[in-house]
């Protein structure tokens, strides 16, 4: 009982350690960036508009394409359950899937896909990057590497994320909101409509929008330290991007839920 | 002493229960060439990247311009890498960045100068250096005498006073091994200091002022060209 007690017990400060750890890794990447003294600020915007590029703008694509499968086949399913529901139950079942897209759905997905997509490169990248001592490189031409490889790389990140789930969710509910005008013009899509957009308020936006940031800030850092952690790890850079996918994922679901739940309340 | 540009000071370095170097203490007065010598795995790399201040040491402390490397806060440590250059063993060019990016980094990044003033300099380093035509490759397309010529050209395209080279002219062929050593004339003229490990005799033999040999992390001697004289050649060949 006590080996177990204390194998959770070091389990859980290791998890508080490695979670601030990637707090003061975010703070210090972005004091040093405003400090007086960095320099190189150019450099780094244009570091996190190539970043915005491939994580956003060429995610678009896959984005939509799942934003529209999800939209459909879980509209055809929920309509289809619909049609034996009471009127009552039936207003409510294109306003409760539309939720879930907007409210879970959407922000996990793109999260996931972002992890699979740009997770694994950035980690392989840093891990590269450290095994080819191009870090040295860095530091020996007077180039800080918080304000160089880690800064750029979460706020492209975060802008990424944030922008793929507003359009996982503009594409979502357009694809659910057709179905239903498709189904039953007058009645299903009005009201599915009409629903969603009185629950729509600011704070449910901003929840979107609270969640992507800290799914781009997480993903980012912890695919970021494992790149930096190779050395560590027998298997090299394969393994670090390994770490990064699996600890990127643990990181999205329980956050995720976290943020869900804090929001409801 | 005023001007020592480095001082190690009983420097030890130890990693995976290894001790790698052991009590080191040395000087390298300002203006100097310094060749660190020894057999593979002696540690002279490691002492290079503890004196360039890419390492900590495990015990002792280095100095760098009267600065402690240990103590020093990060923006003095980048100020004093500022004025250094570093030729890496294995030239650590930038993967993703062209030739041309990875020799103007440095300048772009510390601001030294219009974007103007750096693509003038870096084309002309370029020509010094028979890059030109390898300007917009990555540095996985180039082969390994144009990589290492990339790397020095980086490392030098800031005139640096103090420059470390780990293997400058290894696989090198007879007609760049000659850039190499011009480029080593013209910045010895501006006073750069100088600590380069070597395989090749011949290239000590033209440049050394200092020489250190060093054996299973320890240094066992720490020559001067003067004191060496017309055995300076001998030695070098013993030891390289």
Redesign the interface.
């Known amino acids: 009982m006590n080996e177990l007690l204390g194998s959770i017990g070091r389990r859980v400060i290791g998890v508080f350690s490695f979670y601030t750890g990637l707090i003061s890794l975010l703070y210090y990447s972005i004091a040093t960036h405003f400090s007086k003294r960095t320099r190189g600020k150019k450099i780094v915007y244009n570091i996190a508009i190539q970043q915005i590029y491939f994580t956003g703008v060429q995610a678009l694509g896959i984005i939509g394409l799942i934003a529209f499968a999800f939209g459909a086949i879980i509209g055809l399913v929920v309509f289809q359950i619909a049609v034996g529901l009471s009127p009552t139950a039936k207003d409510y079942a294109g306003f409760i899937m539309v939720m879930s897209l907007v409210d879970v759905l959407g922000p996990l997905i793109t999260a996931i896909i972002v992890i699979a997509r740009s997770g694994t490169a950035m980690a392989t990248e840093i891990a590269n990057m450290v095994v080819r001592n191009e870090m040295l490189a860095l530091e020996s031409m007077a180039i800080n590497t918080l304000n160089y490889i880690v800064l750029p790389r979460v706020v492209g990140m975060v802008v990424s994320i944030v922008c793929l789930v507003v359009f996982f969710c503009v594409v979502a509910v357009v694809t659910v909101m057709g179905l239903a005008w498709f189904v039953d013009p007058a009645n299903e899509f009005g009201k599915t409509a009409a629903l969603f957009f009185a629950e729509m308020d600011f704070f449910k936006v901003l929840g979107i929008v609270v969640k992507a940031v800290f799914f781009g800030c997480g993903i980012s850092l912890i695919c970021i330290i494992n790149g930096f952690k190779v050395l560590m790890y027998p298997g090299g850079a394969p393994v670090s991007g390994i770490r990064g996918v699996v600890g990127s994922l643990q990181y999205v679901v329980v956050v995720g839920g976290i943020l869900t739940v804090l929001f409801l309340l | 002493m005023a001007n020592e540009i480095i001082q190690c000071q009983h420097v030890g370095f130890s990693a995976g229960g290894t001790t790698i170097l052991h009590d080191l203490h040395a000087a390298v007065p300002a203006g100097e060439v310094l060749f660190i010598a020894g057999k593979s795995g002696c540690g002279k790399s490691t002492i290079m ?1 503890i004196m ?1 201040g ?1 390492n900590y040491p495990t015990s002792g402390d280095v100095l760098m311009r009267g600065l402690s490397l240990r103590k020093a806060f ?2 003095q440590l ?2 004093n ?2 004025q ?3 030729v ?1 063993q ?1 030239n ?5 960045l062209t030739i041309f990016d990875n020799i103007a ?2 300048l ?4 030294r100068g219009t974007e103007a003033e750096i693509r003038e300099q870096v084309d002309k380093i370029l020509e010094t250096f028979d890059l030109v035509d390898d300007r917009m490759n990555r540095p996985a397309a180039l082969s390994m005498g144009e990589m290492k010529m990339a790397a020095l050209a ?1 490392a030098v395209i ?1 005139k640096p006073t103090l420059l ?1 080279m780990d293997e400058p002219i290894a696989s090198l062929d007879r007609v760049r091994v000659e850039m190499v050593k011009e480029e080593v004339r013209v910045l010895r003229q501006t006073g750069t200091t100088f600590v380069i490990i070597a395989h090749e005799a011949d290239f000590a033999d033209e440049f050394a002022t200092r020489i250190w040999y060093m054996d299973k992390g320890r240094l066992l001697n720490n020559w001067s060209a003067e004191e060496l004289g017309d055995r300076k050649r001998k030695v070098l060949e013993d030891i390289i």
């Open positions: 990247r360039a890419l990060n923006h980048m100020a890498h500022a250094n250059g570093y890496f294995d650590a060019l930038i993967s993703n980094l440095p772009r990044y510390n601001e980086r800031t470390f």
